[in-house]
């Protein structure tokens, strides 16, 4: 069965880095986009944009230009997103959803927390 | 950007009742919309797409309709698991855009 299964919780100090994974698996790694979503403590559902499985190619929505990276390891079937000199307001559980179009599957989250 | 609306932010509806939520966009956007449910602490489901596409597996008591810019999730009769947040998403176009979300608790 399709399953995203991503990384632990992370505990962070402001400026430090992190990197969430998500491994996919039950379907064909390259045939479908995967999405990385921000749901900030409380609050509603972020796109912070996507990357092309096949290509690598990343897009990537305004606010999360600059400190964001996705990536791939295609070998492994798994996706990355890394955030760079983390800020308070980093602070969030962050989602892999699979889909070039409509998201279908999701991984269960990845909990970020930035204290000091 | 495209922003989507949805309304009621929240609601309480009994069980067994016909329950509707709406999503208006600010644009046309071709009937990319989809619908999710989420729970606390647990990562959002997709329910709907292509605005009334079900997703396999999830009952028949959901639905989704609309066209253009309106769209709308319908649940024909409430029944307790059903009580979550509910989130639309169009994906016409870049960025990709959710409502704000719906939080529907039993009365």
């Known amino acids: 069965q399709i399953q995203l299964v991503q990384s632990g919780p992370e505990l962070k100090k402001p400026g430090e880095t992190v990197k969430i994974s998500c491994k996919a698996s039950g379907y064909t790694f390259t045939n479908y986009g995967m999405n990385w979503v921000k749901q900030a403590p409380g609050k509603g559902l972020k796109w912070m944009g996507w990357?092309?499985?096949?290509?690598?190619?990343?897009t990537y929505a305004d606010d999360f230009k600059g400190r964001f990276a996705f990536s791939l390891e295609t070998s492994a079937s798994t996706a990355y997103l890394q955030i760079n000199n983390l800020k308070n307001e980093d602070m969030a559980t962050y989602f892999c959803?699979?889909?070039?179009?409509?998201?279908?599957?999701w991984g269960q989250g990845t909990s970020v927390t930035v204290s000091s | 950007d495209i922003k989507m609306t949805q309304s009621p932010s929240s609601m309480y509806a009994s069980l067994g009742e016909r329950v509707t939520i709406t999503c208006k966009a600010s644009q046309d956007i071709n009937s990319y919309l989809s619908w999710f449910q989420q729970k606390p602490g647990k990562s959002p489901k997709t329910l709907i797409y292509?605005?009334?596409r079900l997703v396999d597996g999830v009952p028949s008591r959901f639905s989704g309709s609309g066209s253009g810019q309106d769209y709308s999730l319908t649940i024909s009769s409430l029944e307790y698991e059903d009580m979550g947040i509910y989130y639309c998403l169009q994906y016409d176009e870049f960025p990709r855009t959710f409502g704000g979300g719906t939080k529907l608790e039993i009365k």
């Open positions: 292509r605005a009334n």
């Open positions: 959803a699979r889909g070039m179009t409509h998201m279908d599957y």
């Open positions: 990357i092309n499985t096949y290509t690598g190619e990343p």
